[in-house]
């Protein structure tokens, strides 16, 4: 999927890759691919597949864990509490726009009315989660890996029983609803009918699926820009050898930062309309086993590549959200075939819906003990890697090879 | 309620459940000690074990629960027999599922970067939640009241708000002698030393002789062994189990191994009891739903203040 590598000043490591006869046709692919995603609504519409409303959220996730790909794949910090920051974003974007929050009582009639519009809500909201990002790095980037992942799954764990706690403000378990709707030419997202150039239409969710789309697009573009400016190597050369990145003058811990802020900045937007999409929002929607499918999602793929990620995506969200609930009927419908009460009676008990957990967590380990890399690998670590050992994940961190065998060193503190 | 009487209540409620917590918090701390990985898997491992218990104690004790049906508080004979079996059983069966959870899950990723075990560690708590939903479902079970609950402050004659009971009696009576006999097991025999030696340095204990993936095997194995016991005791001190017990327990007992210095055994029972203390006085001071904020919180400001917790030494220094 991925194109060969852009040259770009100051990355004279990577030779180009000759042109690949296979290009063409991939192009094509994709065209058609990108084709079939503008029209998905109206195909669904046409066949009955009814299956939009699964892919908005099953999007918002994607682009979640692209997010998320940013910490872990990129500058190589496990976050296990990434969901924390997408309910930051959602409760920022609903305390400026829902009027049950304790700022519609402040804000209309003030001169900061205009800050109850959807679109300044969300980018707001951005900038919350973003800050948040930065908050909770700030003192703990200096930690080691498992370290930081231990704080930030704190971290996770406590901004949900912050927000059920403090209930004057955020309505604790009960979750803010209404949420402000994004609009566009005075139209309300998911209000019909609604009014564009004197046609009245009936668009039902139709444009919270292109906003997520073109929230998704300018996603994989800024997230593309940014693995290949100067930050996105520096988090490369992080990821891989912290104190060689050091030695070459670049300061880890800001440069982690970045990546801690902007990866929460992503989860921000997507709260806001996530939040937005669903009307409201509560505390268990954020808890730790989101962080974890997401972190799924990230991994299954494979960290560190955008398109990894989102084939991960893809699978973890179509099997969480379709299949899950569609294999259970067809497993149900196969005992009532065989007509023995027992065996009906069996197969009724089988919940794959029930069985989430189960499957995400076999994922973890099966990928991380079988193909620690993901399904479709980093390709700029797999060229690293090969004047390296084939697998990076498996060498040994702590020891240096010296005449073919292994001698521990002195370990850095 | 803020009386002197109202704390110490709250200290005796910390005490039994900071013993608790320590037997889980020394499978966190023995673990990390001897391979650096953070087995996230282990307050489910905890959890699998309360449930196991119950298994047993049903099978074993129909006469039990008539008991209490018919308000009959005495002890009967068999029951201490019983709880033995449970414990054994339990003990048992947490050792076995934490080696196996070892060998399929870790032992690939031992050499790797520090992520690899950890993320694996959390897939398999996802498992055996799993596992636990399957067997008792989602709602949390009653355990069976086998130990009565008998206020011997008052028994003793003294007229108090105090009231310490059998039950908490009861949890020292198992927890400590276990932790005894493990520290005595790691300083005093040839097994300990070994792990003592793997967990400074496994190559040049490899190179010494030593069986090094036995070695972390017998580690999970105690480490699990005491989880089955916590499981139990928890079970039976609380009277009710739950699927979600593990990854609440566990990471209270987390944050004690790393509060007392993680890979460190004086430093996890002082971690456990500390960690125990706190959560009572919150939940009598503050409020229960305040409490995981509370622990959260104390995890990390700890980890950021002082990651090598309070016993921590050097990290090269370790068990």
């Known amino acids: ?413 | 309620m803020l009386t002197f009487e109202y704390f110490l209540q709250q200290l005796v409620t910390g005490l039994a459940n900071g013993m608790l917590i320590t037997l889980v918090a020394i499978g966190y701390t023995l673990v990390y000690g001897i391979v650096e990985i953070i087995n996230f898997a282990h307050g489910d491992v905890f959890m699998l074990g309360a449930f196991s218990s119950v298994t047993t104690l049903q099978a074993l004790g129909a006469q039990a629960v008539k008991r209490v049906a018919n308000k009959d508080q005495s002890p009967i004979p068999e029951t201490y027999l019983w709880l033995l079996i449970a414990l054994v059983t339990s003990m048992v069966f947490c050792a076995t599922l934490n080696v196996l959870i070892e060998r399929l899950a870790y032992r690939r990723l031992r050499r790797g970067s520090r992520m690899a075990p950890l993320i694996s560690a959390i897939g398999v708590s996802f498992i055996l939640q799993n596992v636990g939903i399957y067997w008792k479902g989602v709602s949390p079970v009653n355990f069976p009241r086998y130990i009565p609950q008998i206020d011997l402050v008052k028994a003793m004659g003294i007229d108090s708000f105090v009231r310490v009971t059998t039950k908490d009696v009861f949890v020292l009576i198992v927890t400590v002698p276990l932790v005894i006999a493990l520290t005595l097991f790691i300083q005093r025999t040839k097994l300990g030393k070994a792990m003592r030696a793997t967990a400074q340095d496994r190559d040049a204990a490899q190179l010494m002789g030593i069986d090094t993936n036995r070695t972390i095997a017998l580690t999970f194995l105690l480490g699990g062994a005491l989880a089955g016991a916590a499981g139990l005791v928890s079970g039976l001190y609380n009277n009710t189990a739950g699927f979600q017990m593990g990854f609440s327990y566990g990471l209270n007992s987390f944050t004690a191994a790393v509060l007392g210095g993680i890979g460190n055994l004086n430093g996890a029972m002082l971690g456990g009891v500390f960690i125990g203390i706190l959560a009572a006085m919150s939940d009598g001071y503050l409020d229960a739903r305040w409490t995981p904020v509370v622990i959260f919180g104390t995890l990390n400001l700890v980890l950021i203040i002082r990651p090598s917790g309070i016993l921590g030494q050097d990290l090269a220094e370790r068990a």
Request: glycine share 10%; proline share 6%; aromatic share 10%.
């Open chain 1, 1 to 413: 999927m991925q194109t060969a590598p852009r040259m770009t000043p100051g990355r004279r490591a990577y030779v180009e890759v000759p042109a690949d006869p296979q290009q063409t046709r991939n192009r094509i692919l994709q065209a058609i691919a990108v084709a079939f995603i503008v029209a998905y609504p109206f195909l669904d519409l046409l066949f009955g597949w009814q299956a939009l409303l699964a892919f908005i959220p099953m999007m918002l996730m994607i682009t979640l864990a692209l997010g998320l790909n940013i910490v872990v794949g990129y500058a190589g910090l496990l976050d296990l509490g990434y969901a924390a920051f997408y309910a930051i974003g959602a409760y920022a974007a609903a305390f400026f726009t829902s009027p049950n929050s304790p700022l519609a009582r402040v804000l209309p009639g003030s001169p900061f009315a205009w800050m109850q519009d959807f679109w300044v809500a969300m980018i707001m909201a951005v900038l919350v989660s973003g800050f948040a990002g930065a908050l909770l790095g700030a003192p703990t980037l200096r930690l080691r890996g498992d370290y930081l992942a231990l704080v930030t799954l704190g971290f996770g764990e406590i901004v949900p029983r912050l927000i059920k706690n403090l209930e004057p403000w955020t309505k604790g378990v009960k979750g803010m609803n209404p949420i402000g709707r994004p609009y566009l030419f005075g139209c309300q997202f998911g209000v019909d009918p609604c009014e564009i150039l004197g046609m009245k239409l009936k668009l039902g969710m139709i444009p919270y699926y292109y906003l997520t789309l073109v929230i998704g697009a300018i996603s994989i573009f800024a997230i593309i820009r940014l693995r290949n400016s100067r930050l996105g190597r520096a988090w490369a050369a992080i990821r891989d050898d912290e104190i060689a990145a050091q030695g070459m003058g670049i300061n880890p811990v800001t440069t982690k930062l970045w990546a801690f802020s902007l990866g929460a900045s992503f989860s921000g937007a997507t709260g806001a309309i996530f939040g937005a999409y669903l009307q409201t929002i509560s505390p268990d929607q954020f808890e730790y086993s989101t962080s974890v499918i997401v972190l799924c999602m990230v991994i299954l793929g494979g960290t560190g590549n955008i398109w990894g990620v989102m084939l991960g995506g893809l699978l973890i969200q179509s099997f969480d959200r379709i299949f899950a609930e569609r294999l259970t009927g067809w497993i149900h419908k196969a005992g009532a075939l065989t007509g023995d009460p027992t065996i009906t009676a069996a197969f009724n008990s089988f919940d794959l819906l029930k069985s989430r957990l189960l499957v995400f967590g076999l994922c973890l380990v099966l990928i991380m003990n079988l193909r620690p890399q993901g399904i479709l690998p980093n390709r700029k670590r797999r060229e690293t890697a090969l004047t390296d050992l084939p697998e990076e994940d498996l060498v040994p961190e702590e020891s240096v090879l010296i005449a073919g065998a292994d001698v521990p060193t002195e370990k850095p503190r």
